[in-house]
């Protein structure tokens, strides 16, 4: 299915007047810095950019076109000093989203009810404004009105889904449905309306700017991943709040960690790099179909992520249980590497849907350190290990053999102690790096992180 995503971008309100004020800045040049800043933070986060930006200063025509129309069908009015009010006591459906009722506002007395809104503001002395046919000629768009006008303009008179914050209900989404229904001459705008829930600071109210308890995504991303922020958003329903703490992230981060490990541990058995793992294939394959059956029930069930991610885990905790499995006679061990790639294939699909990253880590590594500093740090890394490994060959180095263990000595190993320490340096400076390495027995693999992750024993 094509997905076409409109965001609409308010760069002129009351809020961003009142603030360009204060910072003596012109208020459309403000919303543009701050538009700016939210794109490279939604990039940050991994969130698929929307197909369609709009703004409202490129659209007043659309919105005045939009005002005329509905007082030409008796749902609006002027009021003496040009601002425009949509009639609710003439849409009979006014509250279909939420069943609040404003007490009576005796600020605005031009009003008929507290209930009717604005469509069109007149201008106050400084503040910007645009040519209108009502009144003085000098006005600008209400808030509500602004989302409707670019909508339909982009998306015609039909919208599939509207999403948005719990507290959008009422008024603003209320105002957009009963607005957008006169103007279209329709019983229902949108089909279906998407609310989700705030994010707690835990033991205290909504995370808000006007409450100055929100954390900047620029300093989050400095202690976690976005995919471990995904992964902590995923667990919760959509339309729930979240709470915000130290818990809930460090559990955030230890699925994060399994998941990749899990990954990890399946690429290494497909291509034989590792000798163990006893699969159970009819049981594995089963799994993996009901894992599939639940999610897709769980999706359709109002997008139920958190029961979605618990059938995922189930399906990882089964196959990580089978590749850690050692075969107690060689007889048993029967390889079984396709059911393993259709589980992997699932989890990665799965999750990057959900916008998890967790596939082409190598790729994602050669980006970032591509000609920069941790490049040189892995030359440098390489230069000096294999420096290490040169001197104790040349200089034939004691074997130490008084710690191995039967099954070593079965194996007919020995520890060379020195180059083993090498090989932990070296592996240690690739992690300050952002390099994993991952040893399987006889092979090894390695993937990028995105934070530095403690060393696996």
């Given amino acids: ?177 009963a607005q957008s229904c006169v103007y279209h001459g329709t019983e229902q705008w949108i089909n279906y309306w998407l609310h989700t829930g705030h994010l707690h600071v835990k033991g205290q109210e909504k995370m808000s700017k006007s409450l100055k308890n929100t954390i900047s995504i620029n300093d989050f991303l400095k202690s976690f ?42 690429e290494a058995y497909i291509n034989d790099y590792t000798t163990q793992g006893v699969i159970d294939e009819s049981y594995l394959l089963q799994s993996l179909a009901e894992a599939k059956t639940k999610l897709t029930e769980a999706l359709s069930d109002d997008f139920d992520t958190a029961t979605a991610m ?19 006679h060689v007889s048993e061990h029967v390889r079984s590497p396709v059911a393993v790639a259709a589980v992997a294939s699932f989890v990665r699909q799965s999750l990057e849907k959900f916008g998890a990253k967790f596939s082409s880590k190598k790729e994602i590594a050669v980006q970032k350190l591509d000609h920069g500093p941790q490049l040189e740090k892995i030359l440098d890394s390489v230069v000096q290990f294999r420096n290490q490994v040169r001197h104790n060959a040349l200089n034939s180095p004691n074997t130490d053999v008084s710690t191995q263990n039967d099954s070593e000595q079965k194996l007919g190993s020995k520890k060379n102690t020195s180059l083993l320490q090498a090989c932990d340096s070296l592996r240690n400076d690739l992690l300050s790096a952002g390099i994993h390495i991952k040893d399987h027995g006889k092979m090894s693999t390695w993937n990028y992180v995105d934070k530095q992750i403690k060393e696996e024993r």
Avoid at 258 to 265: Q, R, Y
Avoid at 310 to 328: C, F, V
């Fill in 1 to 177: 299915m094509n997905v076409v995503m409109m965001m609409g971008v308010t760069d002129i309100d009351d809020k961003i007047i009142a603030r360009a004020a204060e910072c003596k800045q012109d208020p459309r040049l403000l919303a543009d810095r701050y538009e700016m800043e939210f794109f490279e933070d939604m990039s940050n986060l991994n969130i698929m950019s929307p197909t369609v930006v709009t703004k409202v200063t490129n659209f007043v025509p659309q919105v005045i076109s939009f005002v005329q129309k509905i007082i030409d069908k008796g749902q609006a009015y002027v009021t003496e000093d040009g601002s425009v009010y949509f009639d609710t006591s003439k849409f009979n459906r006014y509250g279909k989203l939420s069943p609040n009722i404003p007490t009576e506002d005796p600020s605005i007395r031009e009003k008929k009810s507290a209930m009717d809104f604005a469509l069109w503001k007149a201008s106050k002395p400084g503040e910007p404004w645009w040519s209108s046919p009502w009144g003085s000629g000098k006005g600008r768009p209400g808030w509500h009105i602004e989302c409707s006008a670019m909508a339909s303009a982009i998306l015609g008179s039909s919208i599939d889904i509207h999403s948005g914050g719990i507290d959008l209900i009422f008024p603003h989404h209320e105002n957009e449905e």
């Fill in 225 to 266: 991943s976005c995919n471990q922020f995904r992964i902590f958003c995923l667990l919760s329903p959509y339309r729930s709040s979240m709470e915000y703490s130290d818990t809930a992230m460090e559990n955030a981060v230890a699925i994060t960690k399994k998941i990749e490990s899990f990954l990890t541990d399946c």
């Fill in 310 to 328: 618990t059938a995922i885990l189930h399906l990882i905790r089964i196959g990580n249980k089978m590749l850690h499995q050692k075969s107690q």
